[in-house]
Every structure is written in structure tokens, then in C-alpha cells.
């Protein structure tokens, strides 16, 4: 149980264009997922925190219009990488937890995005 | 200020030898401690998890890891590498005990595992 999945798991696209990425929780309801950043050979730095049917809570310095975040539903959060640039390559991965707040975050396989 | 601090960026043992994967938390409440292990291009894996219940807590995969809040320790260890052991390792604090909001990640410990 608790499997969470990331689609897709690698991306290339060309500066200018956004990117969505979805992230899937299959055997649970999550009402809280969270997105996270990892630079290579880097920690996982947090970007935002999505609840279910409200607006998500970005880290200081996230950029908000940047990385819309949306979590219309209890298995499902999306992120998507508007105007992409180089900068933006990265591993992103998200991670999902039930709304008992004692519960373990289980995170997703990741997805590597490349921005030529 | 809530932190973690993991001493090596990179361990390297023998299959077959003991693993040592140190972490120093730092944190101002009754904190839950958490291992996680990596493996290249892939999501973590939750190894074990402590939230002020017995000390010495067991996980997944023959990893243990043990509580020590006076030496605000937390260290990862396995009586035997194997191979499929390599990967990064994090060790992780949530700050609020038992709250799982933020979850503060050290900076990752790759072990390597020589035949």
C-alpha cells in the first residue's frame, strides 16, 4: 500500500513552454501533497504545500505564477513549469500523506525535467 | 532553528561489513526522526521512522537506527552491506513531533559498497 506515482518520469521541452507534471496517490486518499526540488548531488528543498481544495502554501523564494500548483482532488496534484527555462531542470518529486497528521509522507519515483 | 546535519557526504564499506551513517538533529521540540534511502533517478523509500516511542527503532532491509537525545544523534546502521545497499541515504526531522508538514532533510549520505 501507499504508492504514490509521478507522471511523467522524464520531460524535455524548449525554453517558453510549460510543463505539467502529475503526481498520484493509488491506494489512498491524500489530503495533503507536497512538492519538492532536488539539484544534483543536492538535498530535497521544499517548494510547496498543497491541501485538497485550497490554495497551496509556497516556500519563501518558490515562486508562486511560476510553479502553479493545483490538488482539484483527494488522489491528485499537478505542478506545472510555466515559461520554462534551463534553470528549471531538475528532479522534482512530490510526496503524499492522508490528513491524519501523524501519517507518514510517501513520496513519488520523481520526474527529471530538462529544459533545452 | 530546527536542522539536520549528516557528518559524511560519502561512506564506503565492504560487502559483508558493518554500515555507519551518521545524523545530528537539532531541534527545539520533541522532534519525529526519519531515514530515507534513494536509489539512483528514484523516488525515496522510508527505511524507519522514530516518534518518541522506543529508541532504537528497526526498519526495513536489516536497518536500524537509534535515538540519543542527549548526543541529539540518530544514527543509521546495518550489521552487514550488501550490494543492493548503495544508494543516498537523508536522514529527516519533522520539528513538531509527530506533525508531518515540513520535513527538513539533511544533506545526504551516499554509500558505496565494494564486492
Known amino acids: 500500500g501507499a504508492v504514490v506515482s509521478q507522471h511523467p518520469s522524464r520531460v524535455i521541452c524548449k525554453s517558453g513552454t510549460s510543463v505539467k507534471i502529475e503526481c498520484r496517490s493509488l491506494d489512498f486518499q491524500a489530503t495533503t501533497m507536497f512538492w519538492y526540488r532536488q539539484f544534483p548531488k543536492k538535498s530535497l528543498m521544499l517548494m510547496a504545500t498543497?491541501?485538497?481544495?485550497?490554495?497551496?502554501?509556497?516556500e519563501q523564494g518558490v515562486e508562486k505564477d511560476k510553479f502553479l500548483i493545483n490538488h482539484a482532488s483527494l488522489t491528485l496534484s499537478t505542478l506545472t513549469v510555466t515559461s520554462a527555462h534551463p534553470e528549471d531542470s531538475s528532479f522534482y518529486i512530490c510526496s503524499a500523506r492522508t490528513g491524519f497528521i501523524q501519517e507518514t509522507q510517501y513520496f513519488g519515483p520523481g520526474t527529471r525535467l530538462l529544459v533545452l | 532553528a530546527q536542522s539536520v546535519t549528516q557528518l559524511d557526504s560519502h561512506v564506503s564499506v565492504s560487502e559483508g561489513t558493518p554500515v555507519l551513517l551518521r545524523c545530528n538533529y537539532s531541534?527545539?521540540?520533541?522532534?519525529?526522526l526519519f531515514w530515507y534511502v534513494q536509489h539512483p533517478n528514484k523516488g525515496l523509500q522510508l527505511l524507519l521512522k522514530y516518534t518518541s516511542a522506543a529508541t532504537l527503532v528497526k526498519g526495513i532491509n536489516g536497518f536500524e537506527a537509534e535515538f540519543k537525545k542527549s548526543e541529539t544523534s540518530f544514527h543509521l546502521t546495518k550489521p552487514s552491506a550488501h550490494m543492493s545497499d548503495a544508494a543516498e541515504y537523508f536522514c529527516?526531522?519533522?520539528?513538531?513531533?509527530?506533525?508531518?508538514?515540513?520535513?527538513?532533510f539533511g544533506k545526504g549520505t551516499k554509500l558505496s559498497v565494494k564486492p
Open positions: 529527516v526531522v519533522s520539528p513538531y513531533g509527530g506533525s508531518q508538514g515540513n520535513l527538513i
Open positions: 531541534s527545539s521540540y520533541s522532534p519525529s
Open positions: 498543497s491541501n485538497e481544495g485550497s490554495k497551496a502554501t509556497y
